[in-house]
């Protein structure tokens, strides 16, 4: 099949998702803008026409992560909503993204560092990454101080909840034992579980017995 000329119309969404197909198939410094074309059926020549180069490329492509989770999250934070409930909203809507979108996604997770080799391109990366962490920042800041939440680590505990999310576009399987909203369940509950306040006198990871202990048992 003939190869389309860079005048022929080609939406940059079907560009973006081809760049993300081929970064997780070659990693970013292994693609080949001829290869990201091919697979539009366009010629190098023509992408350059769309995106000057590999690096405005990827960033494009993150970008487009981070922008499709970020309006969705916001939403639901600058909702009415109870901190518990914004939580679980967030979970959904980012494991729903992450499914709906697993090839961008995954780049975001593998390419995200090749960025930090692009001068002038990493702080741009960073704030909109900052950006989408603070969203989870507030609802969590704000259930600790609504008395809904325990005490925690927020920076720790918010990285730990992105090392949970980004990784269900790798695992994920259509067809397989739980629906995307089915994990975004299991998910959610599990940290509403870890931040579930303290009873009086309660050790929310009690101490480990010894094994004298056990051996009297």
Known sequence: MPRK????????????????????????HGATM?????????????LYHHFPSKEEL???VLDRGLTL????????VESDAHPAEKLRGIVHVHVLSEIEHSNIAAAVIFEGRALLDIPGVCEQYVRQRDTLEGLYRRVIEEGI??????????????KTVFGALNWV????????RLTGPEIADEIAGTFLAALRPLQAGEDHFPRPQRLDEEASL
């Open 5 to 28: 000329p860079a005048e022929q119309t080609v939406h940059p969404d079907d560009i973006l998702r081809a760049a993300a197909t081929v970064f997780y198939r070659k990693g970013y």
């Open 34 to 46: 001829a290869e990201i074309a091919a697979e539009v059926n366009l010629t190098a020549g023509s």
């Open 58 to 60: 990827l960033c494009a």
């Open 69 to 76: 989770i970020t309006q969705d999250v916001r939403a639901v």
């Open 145 to 158: 101080a609504a008395g809904d939440f325990r005490q925690v680590d927020v920076g720790i505990f918010v």
């Open 169 to 176: 576009s790798l695992w994920y399987r259509e067809g397989g």
